[in-house]
């Protein structure tokens, strides 16, 4: 079964002007134009990530040509899909694979897109749910099957550390490890941000310098596992107190790409460094993560932590979150 493709969709485009430098508009464009592939998505509901913000501010780094559209996340309903995997009228969501960066986005009313790039929305959620969740909640989960994988057991002195809380990744990494029984301490540059934090479920706030500031190769022994989203002396910090066989999911890079460390936590207590990419991610681990985070968070977790917003409201938006002023998560309602 197929669903009428409408003739035209709305996007918001980066293209590069006259000058040479790239900026963000908004067009109408034919459905003709939409890129390759096997499923044409009607998008009801994006999100806005930090790569977003980059991409959306026509910062260097993320889009591989232009124009693009950006937005490496979204969920909709599908139209047409001309493998018959899917039938029209799926609920379907799509995070990563090079989404939103070398090929058309979410900040649209229309996409197209391989067919083994979707994941069907869980049962019991919806577009809007998937987009709170987002590339974000994703790369949450998956930081927290990680550390679980390779060890982690729940229990009052499993004191596990999330640093960035209160960004979009960090706070559902919060959430996510409440739920699951650990005792989460965060740490976050916004004192302010405490109450929001305790609600999500952390036992103890602390400050970035708390983290950024142990320097020494070897410190007191505190985490049993990390989830870093700030990379640099953050990481560098909670990498030299985390327990012996303690676990960090290295997320991001929010402060620096940089890691200047010595081996000794690698080496003298069998420290494990796990990468974390959600954008490569296969796709059962995909359904297994997207599966636990309907259980573990559904809607009504993610009400005090989502906020929604329109299309026209994204250049703005892209300015916040690269400030760092943007709280938990930011769905677009792409209508
Ligand atoms: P957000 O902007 O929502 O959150 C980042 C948080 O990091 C901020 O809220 C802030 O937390 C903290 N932070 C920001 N700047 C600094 C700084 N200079 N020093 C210390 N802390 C800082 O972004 P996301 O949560 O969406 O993404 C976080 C990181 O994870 C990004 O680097 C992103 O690129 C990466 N990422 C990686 C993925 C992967 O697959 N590996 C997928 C998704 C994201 P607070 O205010 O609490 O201090």
Same mark, same amino acid.
């Given at each position: ?168 990744? /960090?706070?559902? %990494?919060?959430? &996510?490890? !409440?739920? $699951?029984?650990?005792? =989460? #301490?965060?740490?976050? @540059? ?100 997207? /599966?636990?985070? %309907?259980?573990? &968070?559904? !809607?009504? $977790?993610?009400?005090? =932590? #989502?906020?929604?917003? @329109? ?25």
């Amino acid at each position: 079964m197929t669903h009428a493709l409408p003739e035209h969709y709305r996007a918001l485009r980066v293209v590069k002007g006259d000058d040479g430098q790239p900026r963000a508009e908004f067009q109408t464009l034919p459905s003709t134009e939409l890129p390759t592939g096997d499923v044409t998505v009607q998008v009801t509901h994006s999100s806005l990530n930090y790569k977003d913000g980059m991409a959306v501010a026509g910062r260097p780094g993320i889009l591989k040509r232009h124009p693009m559209t950006p937005g490496i996340d979204l969920a909709g309903t599908v139209l047409h899909d001309e493998t018959g995997e899917y039938t029209a009228g799926e609920g379907v969501l799509i995070t990563g694979w090079g989404l939103g960066e070398r090929h058309d986005g979410g900040y649209a009313t229309l996409a197209r897109v391989p067919a083994a790039w979707l994941t069907r929305l869980p049962h019991g959620t919806d577009a809007q749910w998937a987009m709170s969740v987002g590339t974000a909640g994703f790369t949450a989960m998956l930081a927290v099957m990680a550390l679980e994988d390779h060890g982690l057991k729940r229990g009052e002195e499993a004191e596990v550390l999330v640093t960035g809380a209160a960004g979009g990744v /960090g706070s559902t %990494a919060v959430a &996510l490890l !409440a739920k $699951a029984g650990f005792n =989460v #301490t965060a740490s976050t @540059g916004r004192p302010d941000e405490e109450p929001y934090l305790k609600a999500l479920g952390a036992r103890t706030v602390i400050g970035r310098e708390a983290v950024s500031g142990l320097t020494r190769p070897l410190e007191s022994e505190r985490w049993a596992g990390v989830i870093d989203t700030v990379g640099g002396a953050t990481l560098a910090g909670a990498y030299a107190a985390t327990r012996t066989h303690g676990s960090l999911a290295v997320c991001g890079l929010a402060a620096s790409a940089k890691l200047d460390t010595t081996v000794y936590p690698l080496i003298l207590r069998g420290v494990n460094l796990l990468g974390i990419d959600s954008v490569t991610c296969p796709p059962s681990r995909r359904e297994a993560a997207w /599966g636990r985070l %309907a259980r573990d &968070l559904p !809607a009504a $977790a993610l009400t005090d =932590v #989502t906020r929604v917003r @329109g299309l026209s409201e994204l250049p703005a938006l892209a300015q916040a979150i690269l400030a760092g002023q943007v709280r938990g998560r930011t769905v677009i309602d792409v209508n």
